[in-house]
């Protein structure tokens, strides 16, 4: 989400070879590093090509003309498998050796009070002043938007976001290794769904990614923990560095940004939802910011939905195939709406909202990708039923209310009132702090 050494604040840092963006966190890290590095790509990468551009064939058809990766973005792709967050990888390093008593409420109040002091730690210096320095291409008013329009996709826009971004997702087992050695599994789906929708509308909220704003603070701070989660997980001996790569790599970013960027938006339309040519520009710019701010390398960034369904495109088929991790994660997340905290027929809901969801799930992942999930075979009555009324009353809403403003004040309000209540934010669906 970054490119290193491009900003003024960041001029000292030399762009290191792919070997020397393994950070070496400690000795042993370094020692497994070193067994690694003359691995061109880990043998996840591009491992199963059949079922992979079997999985991403539905997408190539919204891709007009070639969209396969010639023999250097390939290559590149596979060394982005090597690659995690330099600036973000210090600061952990530094957290570990100075000790989470010490070093925690320093990255706190750098993060709050909007930087740092002049005694503050190196590394949590370059990372601030890096993150704090708008990159050139950034339109703040654009970004906004592209806010409000996601703000006016209300409920059926967090559906979407489940089931063709989270759900649809854990098909790339690789990718399920780290939320499996971190214990995601036995925390459960409905935390986790919780705290990324927490996440989620702060950086989706009227000036959410302002400097002072919650979704700003909250991302740095995931991308803290990330590189918290990196260190620790790389170093486990059951991580696999030669087949996985690094945890939590650059490869697996990009997977998560574009799948709050093209795939939503490419989940809306095919749901009908009215989304215009501005409303996608919009979009698509505010989270190539928030992929920024997150870590994200520039060159896996972009402004350009059609340009990023070619990128999403590459990655899946780069994906290490579906296991028996997607089916455990799926099978989780699949029960998930019979745990919510329903305010009236919980006995009655739950199963509905279980059946529309597998029902969305289908249709965006059709039947091999329901037996790759372990989902039970489902008919996809619900967005068969609802693509139509729906287009209608998108485009009836917008033309009455002159555009997004009026549906993004109703579409908020129950975004927020879903998150209270029903995945119970109360008891633990804030975004996690360090």
């Known amino acids: 989400m970054t490119s290193l050494g491009s900003s003024g604040s960041m001029g000292f840092y030399k762009k290191p070879c792919v070997s020397e963006l393994m950070p070496a966190l400690t000795p042993e890290f370094s020692d497994r590093r070193s067994r690694v590095r003359s691995v061109v790509a880990p043998t996840r990468h591009g491992a199963d090509l059949e079922t992979t551009r079997a999985m991403a064939a539905r997408l190539k058809l919204t891709i007009a003309g070639p969209c396969e990766p010639d023999e250097a973005s390939w290559r590149k792709l596979g060394e982005a498998l090597w690659r995690g967050d330099p600036l973000a990888d210090e600061v952990a390093m530094w957290l570990h050796q100075e000790g989470m008593a010490v070093a925690r409420p320093q990255l706190e109040r750098a993060i709050e009070g909007g930087g740092c002091r002049e005694d503050a730690p190196v590394a949590l210096r370059r990372l601030m002043d890096a993150v704090q320095e708008d990159p050139a291409w950034l339109d703040r008013s654009l970004m906004a938007q592209g806010a409000r329009?996601?703000?006016?996709?209300?409920?059926?826009?967090?559906?979407?976001?489940?089931?063709?971004?989270?759900?649809?997702?854990?098909?790339?087992?690789a990718i399920n290794q780290t939320l499996l050695m971190t214990g995601s599994l036995k925390k459960?789906?409905?935390?986790?769904?919780?705290?990324?929708?927490?996440?989620?509308?702060?950086?989706?909220?009227?000036?959410?990614?302002?400097?002072?704003?919650?979704?700003?603070?909250?991302?740095?701070?995931?991308?803290?923990?990330?590189?918290?989660?990196?260190?620790n997980v790389s170093q486990r001996p059951q991580w696999n560095a030669a087949a996985w790569g690094l945890p939590i790599n650059q490869v697996d970013m990009q997977a998560t940004y574009l799948a709050f960027s093209v795939v939503q938006l490419l989940a809306l339309k095919t749901t009908g939802c009215m989304v215009t040519s501005e409303?996608?520009?919009?979009?698509?710019?505010?989270?190539?910011?928030?992929?920024?701010?997150?870590?994200?390398?520039?060159?896996?960034?972009?402004?350009?939905?059609?340009?990023?369904?070619?990128?999403?495109?590459?990655?899946?088929?780069?994906?290490?195939?579906?296991?028996?991790?997607?089916?455990?994660?799926?099978?989780a997340l699949m029960d998930e709406p019979l745990a919510r905290h329903y305010p009236w027929a919980p006995k009655l809901l739950g199963p509905y909202n279980k059946a529309r969801h597998l029902s969305q799930v289908s249709w965006f992942v059709g039947p091999q990708g329901m037996k790759h999930l372990g989902l039970p075979a489902t008919l996809p009555w619900y967005p068969v039923l609802t693509a139509g009324p729906r287009f209608i009353f998108t485009g009836l809403t917008r033309l009455v209310a002159g555009g997004v403003d009026g549906p993004a004040s109703w579409g908020r309000r129950r975004q927020e009132r879903y998150w209270r209540r029903e995945l119970g934010a109360g008891e633990h669906g804030h975004c996690p702090r360090l």
């Not at 329009?149 to 087992?173: C, E, I």
């Not at 989706?204 to 990196?230: E, P, W």
């Not at 920024?292 to 999403?312: F, H, I, N, P, S």
């Open 188 to 231: 459960g789906a409905q935390r986790r769904v919780a705290e990324t929708t927490s996440w989620w509308l702060d950086c989706t909220k009227d000036g959410g990614m302002d400097r002072s704003g919650a979704g700003f603070k909250a991302t740095v701070r995931v991308r803290v923990m990330h590189a918290l989660v990196r260190q």
């Open 279 to 331: 409303d996608a520009r919009a979009v698509m710019h505010l989270w190539r910011y928030i992929g920024w701010l997150m870590g994200v390398e520039e060159g896996l960034l972009c402004d350009d939905e059609l340009k990023g369904r070619v990128l999403l495109y590459h990655n899946v088929i780069s994906q290490a195939p579906p296991d028996e991790s997607s089916a455990a994660l799926g099978q």
């Open 149 to 173: 329009f996601l703000q006016s996709t209300g409920l059926h826009g967090m559906r979407v976001l489940r089931d063709a971004g989270l759900m649809a997702g854990y098909q790339a087992s």
